[in-house]
């Protein structure tokens, strides 16, 4: 039984995996050929795959692809890319894109960590990251850490706009200590999104993509009362950047219905 049921699993995420290859919207760009040869889109994604010269906006981290395709059907005149190493997340976002014939979304399948070797410099305007993980242990890894601001300047306009949504308390505390510690503008900064801890609707959100477009975490999240943190913040190519020196109280819980399984309150 167990078998069956593993065969089965498999050819369904091989036969994604062939949708994503067929998908005109799709880029894939594994290490080895980085490596190798380049990538032939660095600096031409709106000469040669969109054929115009629209602001270019990424999602880091796009998983299923929900707010990439959310944001390309509120704003037709930018275009979108979502960017995961996971296709078979992926795939949901990539074939609901085409099969609404949005020419102005796009997936690119890599490691974020080699996101800078995509872009040419000031070819992206803003930045998205939707409820990636807060990665408590290794600041390397955290996707608003330092060491990622300084990739994302080799690609974005000098002063580019970095949002991040979150259910972490850790990764919003963390990301405004952040940017409030390397003078970072910070243009918006909300630690309940949707109100869900003040009475009555909050009419400045409403028909706002920041809360109309919402991920499948990001709704078993609001679901489980847990409410969304917000950030925006801009990107100057001046500065020296370095990491704030405070701790922060790690987040109660791991993933979705998970605990943390540790006895430190703190971290860095």
């Known amino acids: ?24 919207l799709v880029v894939e760009c594994p290490f080895w050929q980085l490596q190798k040869e380049g990538f032939d889109l660095k600096g031409k994604w709106g000469s040669d795959f969109f054929k115009n010269q ?32 996971k296709g078979s997340r992926m795939w949901h976002g990539a074939q609901q894109a085409q099969a609404e014939g949005l020419t102005n979304a796009a997936f690119l399948r890599t490691n974020i960590e080699f996101i800078h070797e995509m872009f040419a410099p000031n070819e992206v305007h803003e930045l998205w990251l939707t409820f990636s993980d807060p990665q408590m242990k290794k600041p390397t890894k955290r996707l608003t850490s330092t060491y990622f601001m300084e990739r994302y300047r080799r690609f974005l306009v000098d002063g580019g706009i970095i949002h991040l949504k979150t259910d972490s308390n850790f990764m919003a505390t963390y990301t405004r200590l952040m940017a409030e510690h390397n003078s970072l503008p910070i243009e918006e900064f909300t630690d309940d999104l949707y109100g869900m801890n003040a ?6 959100r409403e028909d706002s993509p920041l809360t109309s477009i919402r991920t499948y975490y990001e709704q078993m999240w609001l679901d489980r009362g847990i409410p969304i943190k917000y950030i925006r913040f801009r990107l100057p190519h001046e500065g020296i950047l370095s990491e ?16 943390v399984k540790t006895t430190v309150k703190t971290r860095k």
Request: hydrophobic share 35%; glycine share 10%.
């Open 54 to 85: 629209n602001p270019i906006v990424l999602e880091l981290g796009c998983g299923r692809g929900e707010y990439t395709v959310g944001l390309a059907r509120v704003f037709p005149d930018h275009n979108f890319i979502g960017v995961d190493i």
């Open 199 to 204: 009475p009555g609707p909050n009419p400045a």
């Open 1 to 24: 039984m167990h078998e069956i049921k593993k065969k089965t699993m498999g050819k369904g995420k091989l036969a994604k995996f062939a949708d994503m290859a067929a998908n005109p």
């Open 244 to 259: 704030p020196d405070v701790e922060i109280p790690i987040d109660e819980y791991r993933s979705y219905d998970h605990e």
